[in-house]
């Protein structure tokens, strides 16, 4: 099946408003910069993303920061909302001390392993991440072997918006380096998973021990023009 679409813009085109949206990548490396730029010019609204983190852009790179600024965005599930300096502010720190946007943190840890339950089909697991703080209220606790642990929800999504260095018209992908960071479990956990890729192989050329995404999790994939 060919799953090659020619343009960013086609890609997202069916991302609707509401939908619930994974954004892959670690800080400036994975993250699918053509995809948010198309899903901007698109403006889907009311938007649910879940990331690793928003920072406002490095080097003009694009991340979900600028659907943010747009008003896209009603929910933010993360581990880092914010920069790490509090001299830097973003659009997103402005919106939620105004009251206009909705945030959950979630630790790194446990947001990697929610999208990987949601990709195996686990519904909710127990970590000892967060027991006795504020991460636990309002969520089932239990002790096991006398520590305390706490009940998180696997994470779904109805896309997800992924990054890879090589791809074929399959679905197939191969990560550059750090770029294999939350693109994996976010490409297994969404219902439509949207890939944008560096380079286009033909079906074949790729070793199948470097596939770290098989085919079976994507459905559309676009060239996208390589950051430098």
């Known amino acids: 099946m060919n799953k090659l679409v020619r343009s960013a813009d086609e890609a997202v085109a069916d991302i609707f408003d509401g939908a619930v949206i994974h954004f892959g990548g670690f800080a400036a490396r994975g993250v699918p910069y053509e995809l948010i730029a198309a899903l901007k010019r698109k403006g889907a609204k009311n938007l649910t993303a879940v990331c690793n983190d928003?920072?406002?852009?490095?080097?003009?790179?694009?991340?979900?920061?600028?659907?943010?600024?747009?008003?896209?965005?009603k929910k933010l599930i993360a581990t880092f909302p914010v920069p790490a300096s509090p001299l830097e502010k973003t659009p997103f720190e402005e919106q939620w001390r105004a009251g206009q946007i909705e945030l959950e943190m979630c630790p790194q840890g446990t947001l990697a392993e929610r999208l990987r339950a949601a990709g195996a089909g686990i519904?909710?697991?127990y970590t000892?991440?967060?027991?006795?703080t504020q991460f636990a209220e309002g969520k089932?606790?239990?002790?096991?072997?006398?520590?305390?642990?706490?009940?998180?929800?696997?994470?779904?999504?109805?896309?997800?918006l992924v990054h890879a260095h090589k791809g074929d018209r399959y679905g197939n992908l191969v990560y550059n380096k750090a770029a294999r960071n939350f693109n994996p479990p976010m490409a297994m956990?969404?219902?439509?998973?949207?890939?944008?890729?560096?380079?286009?192989?033909?079906?074949?050329e790729l070793d199948p021990?470097?596939?770290?995404?098989?085919g079976i999790f994507v459905e559309l994939v676009v060239r996208v023009p390589k950051k430098k």
């Open 54 to 73: 928003i920072w406002g852009g490095w080097r003009n790179f694009p991340d979900v920061s600028v659907l943010v600024a747009n008003r896209q965005v």
């Open 123 to 125: 519904p909710a697991f």
């Open 128 to 132: 000892p991440t967060g027991a006795g």
């Open 140 to 160: 089932e606790t239990r002790a096991f072997d006398g520590r305390e642990y706490v009940l998180e929800r696997a994470l779904k999504a109805d896309f997800a």
């Open 189 to 204: 956990a969404a219902r439509t998973t949207i890939a944008e890729v560096d380079i286009i192989v033909e079906p074949g």
């Open 209 to 214: 021990e470097a596939v770290v995404t098989p």
